[in-house]
């Protein structure tokens, strides 16, 4: 039986949202943050439309709608200043900067989310890895989902997230040796044909979205989570990434995303030491002068943290799960309360 208050959840996230939009605490946060010359950086990571979400592997926390990603980029062209890596940061500007950024490389990010950010000259950042390029169901995480899926009965949704988690916490060895007793298990039913919008981009896109002007940056070569690795192998991750992409595009890559935002003081010095400019994270936050360079906090982006109760985009969802999140995590940060205060309820259901 579903918990009422999880039922409830997304009704009352959004209409916090409202509550937060029309008191002005959004706007107080954005000003804040638009003041301290805070940047936002956005993760993305798959861009579907409605017959490549039927059936995709990927989970949903990864997937966002084409349609919800143009007007997204509608959104942002109007109420920001969309930048590249190189314009990020500075002095405060009239208009807050967000930063788009794509980890894994998927196909979709070619086919789906480049025409979508040409149309609306919004610059991007794609993090690949180069030794999955062109490849279907090439990360484990949708293989897995892909052989639980095809379960008899099929595995739900809650439970593959869970496994794949913990799975996450294994070195790369005892996942493998999981992941070839599960395929073994599911081999003769296992059709790849049918996940083919699963895909990675192959090194032709890449050069044409590099003509484009979209910009690559390194994810690892085969996307190791690098603090369960030992530090030779993150180290040959890190710098056969850039040397296949380098010697692809004929230009410096310096830009790093961890895979599973991952890192530690070994793989940022690993970083530096390869000649990286800077590296980002999946931490929640927003990029201020006094952040690590290489560990820059994102916000995630998925279908649901930006639509509302209807399925379309939101912008109050959108300021809500970007703007009052980043501004929190950088006041929790620097310990310094957060305003208005909220009721225990509320904190537990709206974080």
Known sequence: MINPIRRARPTLRQLWSRLLQVSGCLWWAKHQLRSSGAVIVLTFHRVLDDSQLEHTCSLAGIVVRRRTFEDLAEYVVQNFEAVDFARATGAPTDRMRVMLTFDDGWKDNYTNAMPVMRAHSIPATVFVCPGLMGRTLPFWPELVASLLGESSPPAGEAEIEALIETLKTYSPERRQKYIARLYDLRAPAHNTDSHS?????????????????????????????????????????????????????????????????????????????EGFAAAFTTQRGAWTAGTDRMAIPRINVCEASVTGLTGAFSGAMFQYNVIWKAWRAAKIKRRVPVNPRRQPILKKVLS
């Open 197 to 273: 919008g699963d895909q990675t981009v192959t090194w032709d896109d890449i050069r044409e979205m590099d003509a484009a002007g979209v910009s690559f940056g390194c994810h690892t070569q085969t996307h190791q989570i690098l603090t369960t690795v030992p530090a030779q192998t993150a180290r040959r991750e890190i710098r056969d990434a850039k040397r296949a992409i380098e010697g692809t595009l004929y230009r410096q890559c310096d830009l790093f995303s961890y895979p599973n935002g991952n890192c530690s003081q070994a793989t940022r010095r690993i970083l530096t030491e």
